[in-house]
């Protein structure tokens, strides 16, 4: 059994990694932590809790000596970096599940999060966690970067056409849609029901979101050139989910069964991914699951092609793929606790 540590475990994505890994074949979660309600059972937090699973909570400092083989961090942006180095010397594995190890430079962390990284020696070693994309290199990780969940749709979505080198990477436009949970589960104005409640709205549009700079690093290397994304998120009324519609331009005179051909070569025997040209992906499809739904069209009389995909932002877009890092380090079935 791989004992399993989670470092905040009553934010959204917290709490969707208990759930994943208790129900776990292969794993035992060692703790779970929670600074606000230490010394409380999980399951006064989230009744939905089973409670022949339930664990009372501890704090972060309470766990300075308690063993486990790997230790996730579902904590705010800038914690982990803080921390992780002590769980790394005790010779625990760690997935961070925030922002804190997806940068390889720590100049451009900085300029994304407006904070200075504290770390920065780490990230050398630190490994962008996308299986599908990195296993071989995850798998004798010591410290993974979990994406984050709006560049997981949009990088999944377009390695195959940059790796091929049939899309211009400097020009490429990312309109995408987010359950409120992606805004995770601190008080927000924006996020209460009537602020949310029937209305879609975009925010951080063009080239100011966050996830820019990681989506922009990531499809970088697949293209071997730099690569400038325009984005534009929008805030919908719905729990969870992602729809990311990206807009490329091809390079060649590449046909749409061309294109298609290029994921099914690249995806076709992924697990999670599932890729279709007879409907479009659509959110209420991957709720709850680790899959990402692809989809390729190539736009009539013109060099476009329109790349759709769908994510549950808080399964394959965060605890879900922490999860499937989990057991790729481990030596575990992929997908074991996932299907």
């Not at 917290?14 to 606000?36: C, D, K, N, V």
């Not at 972060?60 to 063993?67: G, H, K, N, Q, V």
């Not at 092609?305 to 879900?320: E, F, H, M, P, Q």
């Amino acid at each position: 059994m791989i004992r399993l540590g989670i470092i905040g475990a009553t934010g959204y994505t917290g709490m969707e990694l208990y759930r994943l890994a208790s129900r776990h074949p292969g794993i035992e979660i060692a703790f779970a932590t929670s600074e606000q309600y230490s010394g409380q059972k999980l399951g006064e937090v989230f009744p939905r809790v089973d409670p022949d699973r339930d664990i009372t909570l501890r704090s972060l400092d309470d766990i300075a000596e308690a063993p486990a083989d790997v230790v996730c961090f579902c904590t705010p942006d800038g914690v982990a970096m803080d921390r992780v180095g002590a769980f790394l010397d005790r010779g625990m594995r760690v997935v961070d599940v925030s922002s804190d190890f997806r940068f390889d430079d720590p100049e451009v962390y900085t300029s994304w999060y407006s904070r200075p990284h504290t770390a920065p020696s780490l990230l050398d070693s630190a490994v962008y966690g996308i299986p599908e994309l990195n296993r071989d290199r995850i798998r004798t990780a010591d410290l993974v970067g979990n994406p984050g969940c709006y560049p997981t749709g949009v990088i999944l979505g377009l390695a195959p056409l940059l790796e091929e080198g049939v899309i211009d990477a400097g020009q490429i436009i990312v309109d995408a849609k987010s359950g409120v949970s992606g805004a995770g589960r601190g008080l927000k104005l924006r996020n209460l029901y009537v602020e949310v409640n029937d209305s879609i709205t975009p925010y951080n549009i063009g080239h100011s979101h966050r996830h820019v700079g990681e989506i922009e690093q990531e499809l970088s290397r697949f293209s071997g050139e730099r690569s400038y994304v325009v984005f534009s998120p929008h805030l919908t009324p719905m729990s969870r989910g992602i729809l990311a519609t990206t807009y490329v331009r091809v390079k060649n005179g590449a046909t749409n069964g061309d294109l298609a051909a290029l994921y099914e070569a690249r995806y076709g025997d992924e697990p999670f991914i599932r890729l279709s040209q007879s409907g479009y992906p659509e959110t209420r499809f991957v709720t709850w699951t680790n899959y990402c739904d692809l989809r390729i069209d190539r736009v009539d009389g013109s060099d476009f092609a329109i790349v759709t995909s769908a994510i549950d932002n808080l399964v394959k877009g965060a605890a879900g793929q922490a999860l499937q890092n989990v057991n790729v380090m481990s030596g575990l079935d992929e997908t074991a606790g996932l299907l």
